[in-house]
């Protein structure tokens, strides 16, 4: 169920082409200029309406992850046939966890291109102009580049259109012919962006969570890492912007002298959604915001509060992890490890999960409380059926920016030059440094640090063309008692393997109704 709250409701029903439908390019001058862009207040409406999807569950709260589901380190854990479907690259479309957020990020992407369009006939000043141009184009951007690494491919871009080109709104949005298209706007927008925002530091805290200068390099960044599958030429700008994010954005990794595990633990503390770490997340609350942290709780949380018991880490993602690596017990549970849950200390066990583990990374927010119950705890959002917590939703984080800087290096043969931003992610957590590192100690490391995060292990394994991966079966730790945290367990299948057809499954079927809604003038990805 999508959550609008109040404030975003006004700009939608002002603005007048507020369609979700991509392909309904009804005229909206007349309203838009006649009544509104008028003050301040009417621009701070229209910029907030475009951040709306960010919280939705169809985007970033849940139905993105369907993908990473597809992965190697996660299983659904409960039966949904619409995401099994997906995990088993059997799915038309129509599934709502992909057909949803298609809607939803054009969605935001039109919004972005609302402001774009109509800025410059506001009666404000130079300043604010400057400040929603900005943001427009940064919101653009990412909405266009999630767009673009789910369903474009190299021979097949998706529907963008943009006002700045003259047959806007008279015409249906082109498909463009390649995703590398798709990727050159993109970056396009994120440079825009960066030359119009401000620094993150000159915000104040009212109003953190909008867009800054240090978020379009670094998905400026993501970006040129994508397009350089298919251009490995984009390797060559990414290390100076990894560095204009570390010197100018004044990003780094947070740390706790001394403590590896606190180092890595505190990345994911509510009390720390806004440290030097931080560049993009989903800006959340206790009433309102991020619920994923209650998608992947325990199903039902042990009687204590409504978990929904999704994304389930596999045995193979656990065991990628080397045994001195803090960052293993910080992201993944396994049965008898300690935890907090509303101020008393739990032995984990699990009745739901199908390969005895739980993603770890986000119960910070469910370990307050006095005495043992939801109610004591005041960083939680107490309807269980919209589990939203005060953490924010990290989407992109300086240790990133790290990897894409090794990863870029070890791409133009550099492993020397790799080497120092690799080792200064594996040094917070107290990990040995490797001196001449490759390819596979970056895919790794990436793994580890990254895991359970919308930074998508799935897109990366298609990337990097390491289907075996994807193919795999997967596994589990299978225990004798489900509610004994101490029960003897086997490792057995939990996930058979899978046909991946690198052909047609690198990219996600588009939703059928928006090729009809086209009058079929968009192709469907080849195969699907």
Same mark, same amino acid.
């Given at each position: 169920?999508?959550?609008?709250?109040?404030?975003?409701?006004?700009?939608?029903?002002?603005?007048? &082409?507020?369609?979700?439908?991509?392909?309904?390019?009804?005229?909206? #001058?007349?309203?838009?200029?006649?009544?509104?862009?008028?003050?301040?207040?009417? @621009?701070?409406?229209?910029?907030?309406?475009?951040?709306?999807?960010?919280?939705?569950?169809?985007?970033?709260?849940?139905?993105?992850? %369907?993908?990473?589901?597809?992965?190697?380190?996660?299983?659904?854990?409960?039966?949904?046939?619409?995401?099994d479907n997906m995990?088993?690259?059997?799915?038309?479309?129509?599934?709502?966890?992909?057909?949803?957020?298609?809607?939803?990020?054009?969605?935001?992407?039109?919004? &972005?291109?609302?402001v774009i369009q109509?800025?410059?006939? $506001?009666? @404000?000043?130079?300043?604010?102009?400057?400040?929603?141009?900005?943001?427009?184009?940064?919101?653009? #951007?990412?909405?266009?580049?999630?767009?673009?690494?789910?369903?474009?491919?190299?021979?097949?871009?998706?529907?963008?259109?943009?006002?700045?080109?003259?047959?806007?709104?008279?015409?249906?949005?082109?498909?463009?012919? !390649?995703?590398?298209?798709?990727?050159?706007?993109?970056?396009?927008?994120?440079?825009?962006?960066?030359?119009?925002?401000?620094?993150?530091?000159? %915000?104040?805290?009212?109003?953190?969570?909008?867009?800054?200068?240090?978020?379009?390099?670094?998905?400026?960044?993501?970006?040129?890492?994508?397009?350089?599958?298919?251009?490995?030429?984009?390797? *060559?700008?990414?290390?100076?912007?990894?560095?204009?994010?570390?010197?100018?954005?004044?990003?780094?990794?947070?740390? @706790?002298?001394?403590?590896?595990?606190?180092?890595?633990?505190?990345?994911?503390?509510?009390?720390? /959604?806004?440290?030097?770490? %931080?560049?993009?997340?989903?800006?959340?609350?206790?009433?309102?915001?991020?619920?994923?942290?209650?998608?992947?709780?325990?199903?039902?949380?042990?009687?204590?509060?409504?978990?929904?018991?999704?994304?389930?880490?596999?045995?193979? =993602?656990?065991?990628?992890?080397?045994?001195?690596?803090?960052?293993?017990?910080?992201?993944?549970?396994?049965?008898?490890?300690?935890?907090?849950?509303?101020?008393?200390?739990?032995?984990?066990?699990?009745? /739901?999960?199908?390969?005895?583990?739980?993603?770890?990374? %986000?119960?910070?927010?469910?370990?307050?409380?006095t005495d043992g119950?939801?109610?004591?705890?005041?960083?939680?959002?107490? /309807?269980?059926?919209?589990?939203?917590?005060? =953490?924010?939703?990290?989407?992109?984080?300086? &240790?990133?920016?790290?990897?894409?800087?090794?990863?870029?290096?070890?791409?133009?043969?550099?492993?020397?030059?790799? $080497?120092?931003?690799?080792?200064?992610?594996?040094?917070?957590?107290? =990990?040995?440094?490797?001196?001449?590192?490759?390819? $596979?100690?970056?895919?790794?490391?990436?793994?580890? *640090?990254?895991?359970?995060?919308?930074?998508?292990?799935?897109?990366?394994?298609?990337?990097?063309?390491?289907?075996?991966?994807?193919?795999?079966?997967?596994?589990?730790?299978?225990? !004798?008692?489900?509610?004994?945290?101490?029960?003897?367990?086997?490792?057995?299948?939990?996930?058979?393997?899978?046909?991946?057809?690198?052909?047609?499954?690198?990219?996600?079927?588009?939703?059928?109704?928006?090729?009809?809604? !086209?009058?079929?003038?968009?192709?469907?990805?080849?195969?699907?």
């Open positions: 169920m999508k959550r609008i709250i109040i404030f975003f409701i006004a700009p939608m029903l002002l603005l007048a &082409a507020c369609s979700k439908d991509w392909v309904d390019n009804k005229p909206n #001058g007349l309203p838009t200029t006649a009544y509104f862009w008028q003050t301040e207040g009417d @621009v701070a409406k229209a910029v907030a309406a475009m951040y709306a999807p960010m919280q939705y569950e169809s985007t970033w709260g849940r139905d993105i992850f %369907y993908q990473m589901n597809a992965s190697d380190d996660f299983v659904t854990g409960r039966v949904k046939a619409n995401a995990k088993n690259f059997v799915c038309t479309g129509n599934e709502g966890y992909l057909s949803s957020a298609y809607s939803d990020l054009y969605w935001m992407l039109n919004k &972005a291109n609302q109509y800025i410059d006939n $506001a009666t @404000v000043s130079e300043e604010v102009k400057t400040q929603a141009k900005g943001e427009a184009y940064f919101v653009r #951007g990412f909405a266009h580049f999630w767009i673009a690494s789910t369903w474009g491919r190299e021979d097949q871009g998706v529907p963008f259109d943009m006002p700045e080109n003259a047959e806007y709104e008279k015409r249906i949005p082109p498909q463009l012919a !390649s995703v590398k298209d798709n990727y050159a706007q993109i970056v396009s927008d994120f440079q825009k962006a960066a030359n119009l925002l401000p620094y993150f530091e000159s %915000y104040s805290s009212a109003d953190y969570g909008h867009a800054h200068k240090a978020a379009a390099w670094g998905y400026l960044v993501k970006t040129l890492a994508y397009w350089a599958e298919y251009d490995p030429t984009k390797w *060559e700008d990414v290390p100076a912007y990894c560095d204009s994010i570390k010197v100018q954005g004044k990003r780094a990794l947070f740390t @706790v002298s001394g403590d590896p595990n606190a180092s890595y633990r505190g990345v994911f503390k509510h009390t720390n /959604n806004w440290s030097s770490e %931080y560049i993009w997340s989903v800006n959340s609350g206790t009433s309102g915001g991020w619920e994923f942290p209650g998608v992947v709780l325990e199903n039902k949380g042990w009687g204590l509060f409504n978990g929904w018991g999704y994304f389930q880490p596999t045995l193979e =993602l656990y065991n990628e992890y080397e045994a001195t690596d803090p960052r293993r017990e910080a992201t993944i549970l396994k049965f008898n490890d300690e935890f907090g849950f509303f101020g008393v200390n739990r032995n984990y066990f699990s009745t /739901n999960s199908l390969t005895g583990f739980q993603l770890a990374k %986000y119960m910070d927010p469910y370990s307050y409380g119950t939801a109610s004591s705890d005041p960083y939680i959002y107490q /309807n269980g059926d919209n589990p939203t917590t005060a =953490l924010n939703g990290p989407l992109m984080r300086y &240790a990133e920016i790290l990897l894409f800087k090794a990863e870029a290096y070890l791409m133009m043969n550099k492993p020397d030059l790799a $080497a120092g931003p690799l080792n200064e992610v594996r040094e917070r957590v107290g =990990l040995s440094e490797i001196s001449s590192p490759t390819l $596979a100690d970056l895919k790794h490391e990436r793994r580890c *640090e990254l895991a359970g995060e919308f930074t998508d292990r799935f897109k990366d394994l298609k990337r990097w063309h390491d289907y075996n991966n994807i193919k795999a079966e997967l596994h589990g730790q299978i225990h !004798s008692s489900k509610s004994d945290p101490t029960s003897d367990f086997t490792v057995g299948v939990v996930w058979a393997s899978r046909n991946f057809d690198e052909n047609k499954d690198i990219a996600w079927p588009y939703p059928p109704t928006e090729i009809a809604n !086209s009058n079929r003038v968009y192709k469907q990805n080849s195969g699907w």
